[in-house]
Nanobody
Framework: QVQLVESGGGLVQPGGSLRLSCAAS????????MEWYRQVPGKERELVAT???????NYADSVKGRFTISGDNAKRMVYLQMSSLKPEDTAVYYC?????????????????WGQGTQVTVSS
């Protein structure tokens, strides 16, 4: 069984910075993709940033130039460095890993989610 645990959320002033962390544990053969999502009340969960196991990154337009995703596949961790934070960034942030748990190709890879961590940007 794979479990993801997040940390680093909290209250921050507009223009401030936070770094979120997410660590995976359990039976993991290979992590293919590590991602961060966020969700606010009344809205759909949106993809914020993605990193593959070769280091390729992608970002939502709303966070480009302000957020940086990084990962350490060997340590089974992903990070989200958030700078120049705005009130619009207030949300619950979730990490998601796409993981293959077996070396056998006929065993399907699966998505796993963290429990979420609250980020509040307010003066």
């Amino acid at each position: 069984q794979v479990q993801l645990v997040e940390s680093g959320g909290g209250l921050v002033q507009p223009g401030g910075s936070l770094r979120l962390s997410c660590a995976a544990s359990g039976t993991i053969f290979r992590i293919n993709i590590m991602e961060w999502y966020r969700q606010v009340p009344g809205k759909e969960r949106e993809l914020v940033a993605t990193i593959t196991n070769d280091g390729t990154t992608n970002y939502a337009d709303s966070v480009k130039g302000r957020f940086t995703i990084s990962g350490d596949n060997a340590k089974r961790m992903v990070y989200l460095q958030m700078s120049s934070l705005k009130p619009e960034d207030t949300a619950v942030y979730y990490c998601k890993f796409n993981i293959r748990t077996s070396p056998w190709t006929f065993v399907a890879k699966s998505d796993y989610w963290g429990q979420g961590t609250q980020v509040t940007v307010s003066s």
